[in-house]
T-cell receptor, first 118, second 115 residues
Framework: AQKITQTQPGMFVQEKEAVTLDCTYD???????LFWYKQPSSGEMIFLIY??????QNATEGRYSLNFQKARKSANLVISASQLGDSAMYFC???????????????FGKGTLLTVNP | GAGVSQSPSNKVTEKGKDVELRCDPI?????LYWYRQSLGQGLEFLIY????????KSGLPSDRFSAERTGGSVSTLTIQRTQQEDSAVYLC?????????????FGDGTRLSIL
């Protein structure tokens, strides 16, 4: 079984500052992928960034980077230079491979509501 | 390019009625997924399609729920004899294939309210 834990129900950050959203995970799968999604109040789920468990480097996508610490089973999202439009719910999710090789289902955390203040 | 399209965006119906939700995935995406998002349960996986077949239906909450996919494209999720606990946002996603490193891209969802 897989589990994602996001311990921060809500976070506040000042515009233009950086913020880190925490995510820890638990899995016994030999390989897996970690994802972050953004869900604004309008409801759409937007894919932000992906990190593979065997990737040697931390993933980056524009202002988003993923601080992946495999030994600690953490995959924190770092947003640099926050903008007002970054205010949204952020979900950490993972997909793994079990002994049968199936790797389709995303397991989500409960999310962190980020508010960017002007 | 077009993203995942879901219809209707909102559906209000009476308890006991059947509802059908539609998902049109991104063109060329062979894998399609249904999830449900509710306040109490968070995001839950319902079913996965690879092409027209559904290797995993384990997430469907009861036999009132069924889904099909035809032509390797459009999918419909059907809920029979709806109950109030079925009220949720139903999200559809698609990915290029079923591999771990292929992100799932979501539609805007169907908000289902059962009166």
């Amino acid at each position: 079984a897989q589990k994602i834990t996001q311990t921060q129900p809500g976070m506040f950050v000042q515009e233009k500052e950086a913020v880190t959203l925490d995510c820890t995970y638990d899995t016994s799968d030999p390989s897996y992928g970690l994802f972050w999604y953004k869900q604004p109040s309008s409801g759409e789920m937007i894919f932000l960034i992906y990190q593979g468990s065997y990737d040697q480097q931390n993933a980056t996508e524009g202002r988003y980077s993923l601080n992946f610490q495999k030994a600690r089973k953490s995959a924190n999202l770092v947003i640099s230079a926050s903008q007002l439009g970054d205010s949204a719910m952020y979900f950490c999710a993972m997909r793994g491979t079990n002994s049968g090789g199936s790797n389709y289902k995303l397991t989500f955390g409960k999310g962190t509501l980020l508010t960017v203040n002007p | 390019g077009a993203g995942v399209s879901q219809s209707p965006s909102n559906k209000v119906t009476e308890k006991g009625k059947d509802v059908e939700l539609r998902c049109d995935p991104i063109s060329g995406h062979t894998a399609l997924y249904w999830y449900r998002q509710s306040l109490g349960q968070g995001l839950e996986f319902l079913i996965y399609f690879q092409g027209n077949s559904a290797p995993d239906k384990s997430g469907l909450p009861s036999d009132r729920f069924s889904a099909e996919r035809t032509g390797g494209s459009v999918s419909t999720l059907t809920i029979q004899r709806t109950q109030q606990e079925d009220s949720a946002v139903y999200l559809c996603a698609s990915s290029l294939g079923g591999r771990v490193n292929q992100p799932q891209h979501f539609g805007d969802g169907t908000r289902l309210s059962i009166l």
